[in-house]
């Protein structure tokens, strides 16, 4: 079992600064408009003389209400007919991908997000689901990782009732927080009994697994509310947790300006709410996976992190990193092979393109032999808290302390402030580190001194 993280203050105030969350390596800020169709028909091409698994994304961008803290790609409309011209662009894709891909390729994992996916009706979801299921091959025995984003208020039995007979069988649930005043100054009003509902219906209709989203740094929010959620949502029992820290930046995203930025906890209230969610999920016997991730012990990415299998790609931690991702819909990403490559972020150009029948594809990035070692060695330490220099070595055959020996000092510094311990063959990330572990990454990521840092969010 992984040691548990300790708290340290000082060194959080040392190494809390703005960074990527790398579920990517490079990071999508290197994207470029270089990259377009050819290029992905290329990567679909190799996927397909190599038979590699796949995991599917499909990107639902609308909701009916604005959330003011959202920094996701959504479209905000009480017009459900706007779903139906997406919808039709959004099967174009999947025939003109699917064509450049073998049958025999199994749908490892499947994953709907938004915006809010049940946005759509129930026959708008069995639509899509009917031709994803005849372009690509999705398992039947319900092996799959197949999971849909879920708002409790856009959702009842019913619907939980057609998502499982559709092949769904985890859900990720939007909760945020459950302290009204909070609720209101985020415009996302959400009871406790509607999300109660959901869960109680998810299980029992046996899905899988159950996923809850917490934000900590909203409005009003303070740790001794915070705190009190964080009760309510362990009674509720998900078996993974993600507690994300809210990153206010107005200038980028416009929703945010509606936030009274004087109403926001202060940064020592930041801090004490992560540290008091942490001393609550650990009480209540859930292990830190990483970042923002918790889970259960007996579940799949806990026990994927104690057999070093763990992974991570544009969908958090996973158990499938080893499948090509195939981003579906607006603003989507890819990861194929050594391609990263993202839709169109403007829904009319993203349907007119595809209307045209040409693929959306608008920017993207394909690895060279600097990246891939580098997203090696970030994979690792981001998903295990511990690197192996033999396992880097035999990988791409260098000499592990002569291709970074002028990252050494930085490396020797983390060591001398315990964030890590380092010799000739390893690190490890130590407990009082595993907070930061996205400070110890970003030591070995060569495009972070051209960015602006106030393009990421803190570490904590």
């Known amino acids: 079992m992984l040691d548990a993280i300790r708290w340290d203050t000082d060194l959080i105030r040392r190494y809390d600064l703005a960074g990527p969350r790398y579920t990517s390596y490079p990071t999508a800020v290197q994207f470029d408009g270089q990259v377009g169709t050819f290029d992905l028909f290329h990567a679909l091409r190799d996927s397909r003389k190599a038979l590699r698994p796949l995991s599917l994304y499909v990107h639902v961008p609308f909701c009916a209400n604005i959330c003011y803290y959202c920094a996701c790609n959504k479209v905000i409309t009480k017009d459900r007919g ?108 959400q009871s406790l009994e509607e999300t109660r509902a959901v869960i109680d219906a998810a299980r029992t209709l046996q899905f899988r697994s159950i996923n809850i989203d917490l934000i900590y740094g909203l409005p009003k929010q303070t740790p001794e509310n915070f705190a009190r959620t964080v009760d309510e949502v362990i009674a509720l029992q998900p078996d993974r947790l993600s507690v994300f820290n809210y990153a206010h930046l107005p200038e980028r995203f416009m929703p945010q300006r509606r936030i009274n930025s004087n109403e926001l906890p202060t940064p020592a209230q930041k801090l004490e709410m992560l540290q008091r969610t942490i001393e609550q999920l650990t009480a209540a016997g859930y292990r830190y996976i990483g970042m923002d991730h918790f889970a259960l012990p007996d579940d799949e990415l806990a026990i994927a992190q104690e057999e070093s299998t763990l992974q991570r790609n544009f969908q958090g931690y996973t158990t499938h990193g080893h499948c090509d991702l195939i981003g579906l819909g607006v603003s989507a ?91 000739n063959e390893r690190i490890n990330v130590l407990p009082a580190g595993r907070l930061l572990v996205r400070s110890v990454c970003m030591v070995f990521d060569a495009y972070l001194q051209q960015h602006n840092h106030q393009r990421f969010s803190r570490v904590i």
């Not at 999971?147 to 208020?153: A, F, L, M, Q, T």
């Not at 990720?172 to 100054?185: E, F, M, N, T």
């Not at 033999?390 to 402030?417: H, K, S, V």
């Open 82 to 189: 706007r779903a139906l011209p997406y919808l039709q662009r959004l099967e174009q894709e999947i025939q003109l991908i699917a064509c450049h891909l073998d049958p025999a390729q199994k749908v490892e994992q499947l994953h709907f997000g938004g915006g809010t996916p049940t946005f759509l009706s129930h026959d708008e979801l069995r639509q899509l689901m009917a031709q994803l299921r005849k372009h690509f091959n999705l398992l039947d025995d319900d092996s799959g990782d197949y999971g849909i984003e879920i708002d409790p208020r856009e959702a009842d039995w019913s619907t939980m009732g057609l998502l499982r007979e559709l092949g769904f069988n985890r859900v990720s649930i939007g909760l945020q927080d459950l302290d009204p005043a909070v609720q209101r100054a985020v415009n996302r009003l």
């Open 333 to 423: 990403i890819s990861q194929i092979g050594d391609l990263y490559c993202q839709n169109n972020s403007d829904l009319n150009q993203y349907q007119n393109t595809l209307a045209s029948a040409q693929l959306a594809t608008s920017r993207g990035l394909l690895c060279n032999a600097d990246d891939r070692v580098r997203r090696a060695v970030i994979q690792q330490l981001i998903c295990t808290f511990n690197l192996e220099f033999a396992d880097i070595e035999q990988a791409f055959n260098i000499d592990f302390r002569g291709y970074f020996g002028d990252l050494w000092p930085q490396l020797q510094t983390m060591a001398d402030d315990g964030l890590i311990s380092l010799d």
